[in-house]
């Protein structure tokens, strides 16, 4: 087999997913024209999909370094187009005018990829104008949807695109990544791994940023201080107010990330005067930004939500005496006093109960309520 090129080097412990990729681009015939990049979030689906584009578009097949690699790494491309919505739903007008853009012709390479983030945030009719361009699209396109799992898309839709299933990479592989890029310590690496799941992304954060850790462990420390009503309203106030500061920071980290990224790519420094197209371009990703904001709240909130359920299954975990490594092994003895003093049956309701609140906080419920309401179910009442 041929060697990888540059651009998949960063996609972690998914070598069945990029050996298909590279027996597709290696192959005489023209490339497959639809594809869906399935895995669970932080397993790297996006990222994949961008770094086949980027092998699609460079004229060296991905070497990651060329003009066309950083700007499909920066999301600059003319040639690839990403889709990703800030809202809950990607809403129909996103997609006809996404469609729109795919009828054109390439501007530079020879393929034009329309990347589909979130593909699962479609509703039927939204799904059912995708589909015709899905079936034909104009020679040279090339579509890329990106979802959590196949079940998640139409059937319509499923039959028509080749699947590329990624798997959830173990703590280690994120811990080594951890290592050999962002010379984390190892103790520091593996502790961030295991408490993000594998997120790659949310790994990344916890071992590079002591702030986000320290976030997350307040959280954590919130819901174990809850005994009886008025802990426990004291816990979810600092609950919210955690999981939006946490949202904002993350909103704000990566705002100057990629103000950061155009800024070099366009060659700008402090001194020089802007153009008109790079002042186009920068007005172009403030506003993207300003979209983000508003869904960063919620999304703090997620996380925090995640991170309690990682508590309850490491009190589970405990409980059962399975040996299995527990998320949060920097909290492990305040987690084997909880897993003392509830039962099992308790553990199990709390991790519903959470999931309870992830489901409903898109409802337009206000959070503070459904925080009021599942720290209250959350005290530790005597075993039943
Ligand atoms: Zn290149």
Redesign the pocket.
Same mark, same amino acid.
């Given at each position: 087999m041929t060697l990888a090129p540059n651009?998949f080097r960063d996609v972690v412990s998914q070598p069945e997913a990029v050996t298909e990729l590279l027996r597709e681009l290696n192959k005489e015939t023209s490339v497959h024209h639809a594809w869906l990049f399935t895995g669970p979030p932080g397993s790297g689906r996006s990222e994949l999909a961008t770094a086949f584009a *980027?092998a699609l578009v460079?004229?060296?097949g991905?070497?990651?370094?060329?003009n *066309?690699?950083q700007m499909v790494r920066v999301g600059n491309h003319p040639d690839v187009q990403v889709l990703n919505t800030e809202r809950i739903q990607i809403s129909i007008d996103e997609v006809s005018e996404f469609i729109d853009k795919s009828m054109q012709m390439p501007a530079l390479a020879k393929y034009r990829i329309m990347i589909v983030e979130d593909a699962d945030r479609m509703q039927e009719r939204t799904s059912n104008l995708l589909l015709k361009s899905l079936e034909e699209p104009p020679k040279g396109t090339i579509w890329m949807l990106c979802a959590p799992s196949e079940a998640d898309l139409l059937p319509t839709i499923r039959s028509r695109v080749r699947r590329i299933q990624l798997k959830v990479p173990s703590v280690e592989a994120v811990a080594q990544l951890l290592v050999d890029k962002y010379e984390v310590p190892q103790g520091l690496a593996l502790q961030s791994a295991a408490q993000a799941q594998s997120h790659v992304g949310m790994a990344r954060r916890l071992a590079t940023n002591a702030t986000a850790r320290d976030r997350r462990r307040q959280a954590l420390l919130a819901v174990l201080s809850i005994l009886d009503i008025p802990s426990a309203l004291a816990a979810s106030d600092s609950l919210v107010k955690l999981g939006e500061s946490d949202g904002a920071a993350l909103t704000a980290e990566l705002d100057e990330q990629e103000r950061n990224e155009l800024l070099t790519r366009l060659g700008i420094t402090a001194e020089s005067k802007l153009s008109p197209s790079s002042r186009s371009q920068i007005k172009k990703l403030e506003e993207a930004q300003k979209r983000r904001a508003t869904r960063s709240k919620r999304d703090g909130l997620d996380r925090i939500l995640v991170d309690l359920m990682g508590l309850y299954r490491d009190v589970l975990t405990v409980q059962l005496g399975s040996g299995e490594s527990l998320i949060n092994i920097d909290l492990a003895s305040e987690i084997a006093a909880l897993a003392k003093d509830i039962s099992q049956s308790q553990a199990i309701h709390a991790i519903e109960e959470i999931q309870k609140v992830r489901d409903r906080m898109d409802r337009n419920v206000r959070d503070i309520v459904l925080f009021d309401a599942l720290a209250v179910a959350l005290r530790r009442k005597a075993k039943r």
């Open positions: 651009v *980027a460079c004229s060296e991905g070497c990651g370094k060329c *066309a690699c």
